[in-house]
């Protein structure tokens, strides 16, 4: 009996998506590289279909797992489409992994075939490689006997045959593998389906349609790039493809390819605002945005750059069941509202409901099957952790107010209590963030001599200023309650970031008070009834 709710194989999984659009717009480019080369809906397909035929050769089935560690790159989108075309799961690697989470991820994967470039090469030698029996190398660089390890060239990936899977890949089942960062320990193994793919794209991001060019500059080992990809080949549109972001050369890459729809994360927003301002700042052809979070610095990106910005809620774990159906909406800090299909309750330690306007953990699940994560990839024990009660619980600190507008408060992991209050790290920093000098900034909590925690911010200054941290009070003061107020202000030339450009705090927290760091009260700074007293 047919679900209404499942979408059809040809709507969400990549073989019979290939094969429509292939024959429905053959000549219409899905892929542009960096190099200027790019590949058809019938170019890919035919690569696809014939990267099957090469992983096949080297033992992969329907069903097992392939390793990817590459760039962004044809070589990547080789690996995972020719994989998926047998049934295959992509499993991509973050390329900062070395030693003991590069172990752990590469034994954890079951994978016997490995796609890696050839300056990670190294890395290999130091750890466990587990099942991995067959190496293929993108690029040029020193191959090291690796016991029990054949190494191959991408040649092998384009022979003249072509293969398919053995029976046709349904939508529950798996498209990717896909690790948490890894920043706090072991990272998880997140078991997607095409069917949580296709909601990400369908249900949540309508302003991207078959007309746009989307930019996919995160890499493919984060949601949002896959999510990037998979959205253009979803609704029959092109995708860019590129490795990095840099945004000092952000609006040339734009202009170059001529496109239409990208997504914003973290302080890549506050990167572009605090470009020099220039007579081209409209002169371009980006036109609708997603971006996380949404504040005043988001506000200010669209009014200067003339962009319709949108927000949105997602994880590697769910299909973004929060978004915002207006762009540069007036409420900042908000996520959107629940969308169609998605059902969210914001519930205390005990999972009961807390009122409107409290603020509580937010637990998910959906009417639809299978459109979120299945499991943690062999960790039981954090499945049923994350799936108590028949709802996911996300980690995070939400709120909601009486329009149904939801705001992110915090990680709960990165909440801060401080003489009895409750202090949003996130809150704190968006703040901070708005000042001139702040190019970059994280608000840890450090133990205070009182019992409980004191506030202490890290920021990074925008190249050619300083941060005097009297100065950053003075600013943040009439921002925010007085018991948010940083005690302890420490300067760092960057802030430690993985590679999808979120801040490494737990390295920050180990650190915790260093030698460098600024303590207000030391320096006569204090706050009495309220207000902040400076000595003279």
């Known amino acids: 009996m047919s679900n209404p709710l499942i979408p059809a194989r040809d709507e969400c999984v990549v073989g019979p998506l290939l094969k429509r659009w292939a024959a429905a717009s053959p000549d219409k480019p899905l892929f542009l590289f960096t190099d200027g080369s790019q590949w058809t809906f019938a170019e890919t397909l035919d690569r696809a279909q014939r990267a099957a035929a090469g992983l096949k050769n080297l033992g992969l089935r329907q069903g097992q797992n392939i390793l990817c560690m590459l760039p962004n790159s044809p070589e990547a989108i080789l690996t ?6 047998l049934g295959a799961v992509f499993v991509p690697i973050n390329t900062a992994y070395r030693g003991g989470l590069l172990q752990h991820t590469v034994t954890l994967s079951d994978a016997e075939v490995l796609v890696v470039h050839a300056s990670f090469l190294p890395r290999l030698t130091e750890i466990d490689r587990g099942h991995v029996k067959h190496v293929v190398v993108v690029g040029v660089g020193p191959r090291d006997p690796l016991p029990g390890v054949t190494f191959h060239d991408t040649a092998v990936l384009q022979p003249a045959e072509k293969a398919e899977a053995e029976r046709d890949v349904q939508p529950w089942d798996t498209i990717y593998i896909m690790f948490t960062s890894g920043t706090t320990g072991p990272s998880k193994a997140v078991v997607s389906t095409y069917i949580q793919v296709w909601s990400g794209a369908a249900m949540a991001l309508p302003y991207f349609t078959a007309e746009d060019r989307v930019l ?18 979803i609704k029959g549109g092109t995708c860019v493809l590129h490795d990095g972001f840099k945004a000092d050369a952000f609006w040339d890459v734009i202009r170059k390819f001529q496109i ?15 470009q020099p301002p220039s007579p081209r700042d409209r002169d371009h052809t980006l036109r609708n945005v997603t971006t996380v979070p949404w504040n005043q610095d988001s506000l200010a990106v669209a009014e200067r ?28 800090g908000t996520c959107g509202k629940v969308r169609d299909r998605a059902e969210l309750r914001i519930v205390d330690a005990n999972d009961n409901e807390v009122p409107v306007g409290e603020v509580g953990e937010l637990i998910i699940r959906s009417e639809r099957p299978w459109e979120m994560t299945t499991s943690y990839f062999r960790n039981p024990e954090a499945t049923a952790s994350a799936w108590r009660n028949g709802w996911f619980h996300t980690g995070d600190s939400f709120k909601k107010d009486a329009e149904g507008f939801y705001y992110f408060v915090d990680r709960k992991k990165d909440a801060i209590r401080r003489r009895g209050e409750n202090i949003s790290s996130f809150e704190v920093e968006s703040e901070a963030a708005v000042h001139p000098c702040v190019q970059d900034v994280a608000v840890i909590p450090v133990p205070s001599e009182f019992g409980e925690d004191e506030v202490m911010l890290v920021a990074a200054p925008v190249p050619g200023k300083a941060i005097d941290p009297v100065d950053l009070l003075k600013f943040l003061e009439p921002r925010m309650a007085h018991f948010m107020l940083p ?31 600024w303590d ?17």
């Open 487 to 517: 005690r302890f202000i420490r300067i760092m030339d960057a802030l430690p970031k993985t590679p999808t450009a979120k801040v490494e705090k737990h390295k920050l927290r180990a650190e915790g008070i260093t030698p460098d760091t």
């Open 216 to 233: 996919a500059n995160l890499p493919l080992f984060h949601v949002t790039g896959v999510g990037a990809v998979m959205d253009r080949l």
């Open 80 to 85: 995972w489409f020719g994989a998926n075309m």
């Open 520 to 536: 207000r009260e030391a320096h006569g700074v204090t706050v009495r009834h309220g207000k902040l007293l400076i000595a003279s």
């Open 260 to 274: 239409t729809g990208c997504c914003l994360v973290g302080a890549m927003t506050r990167f572009l605002l605090k």
């Open 305 to 332: 750059y003339g962009l319709n910005m949108y927000t949105a809620f997602n994880m590697t774990e769910i299909a973004t069941p929060i978004a915002q159906e207006r762009p540069n909406p007036p409420q900042f």
